[in-house]
């Protein structure tokens, strides 16, 4: 008896993870367009084809969607910087440079921008938000689950520079972040200020250009 009933109990779980899933998608759609404060949960629940109680009982509030949203991605872009942090050190042990440390870290994001995918790319857009924009409520904007990985990066960076103060790598790395935020943005603004010279959706230029600029850049901190 309890055979049968278990293929019934999976569809039932199936349906749940893809109602789940079209909430954090709808979700992650108009938060990266729209900002925290400009959705509503109602608004959320008709474009995924949900009703808002139900919107309620996976998230509780609009804040507990919001962290689900950010935290879906996070494990997949964390484990690529990582997996590729981790090459680069092994590869050039007493050997790296600031350059190949941050293209480790940031080559990946960018790839997961260059695929067109556009999960993605909302992804990218709502990160850009978080990182620059003070929510304030039940949001926590100061710890993020990248923070880990932004530690790696800056202890690869302390072995590039062990003179540096430590002080002076957080700054390094608060405009290297600035950067990327930026970047997934894409607001446009330097297609129109270059006349077409450059694009905002041109994300493998922006990637060899973060990389040389901000590699440089990194040999002027102070000693």
């Not at 006349?195 to 901190?221: P, Y």
Request: charged residues 25%; contains cysteine.
């Amino acid at each position: 008896m309890s055979a049968k009933k278990q293929p019934a109990r999976r569809k039932q779980a199936d349906r749940r993870e893809e109602s789940r899933e079209r909430i954090l998608d709808a979700a992650e759609e108009l938060l990266a367009g729209r900002g925290y404060d400009g959705v509503t949960m109602r608004e959320i629940g008709k474009a995924a084809g949900a009703d808002t109680s139900l919107v309620h009982y996976y998230f509780d509030n609009k804040a507990g969607l919001f962290n689900a949203v950010i935290a879906r991605r996070a494990g997949v872009v964390n484990d690529a910087r990582e997996a590729a942090l981790d090459a680069y050190a092994a590869a050039h042990k007493g050997n790296m440079t600031a350059q190949g440390v941050l293209r480790a870290y940031l080559e990946p994001t960018f790839s997961f921008m260059m695929s067109g995918e556009p999960g993605y790319l909302n992804y990218g857009a709502l990160i850009a938000k978080l990182n620059s924009t003070a929510m304030g409520g039940d949001v926590d904007t100061t710890h993020t689950p990248f923070d880990p990985v932004v530690e790696r990066l800056v202890n690869l960076l302390n072995e590039v520079r062990p003179e540096v103060s430590r002080a002076d790598l957080y700054w390094y790395y608060h405009f290297v972040s600035g950067a990327i935020s930026l970047s997934l943005a894409q607001t446009g603004r330097i297609d129109v200020l270059s006349g077409g010279l450059c694009r905002s959706d041109d994300f493998a230029t922006i990637l060899d250009r973060m990389v040389r600029v901000l590699g440089q850049g990194f040999e002027a901190l102070a000693t």
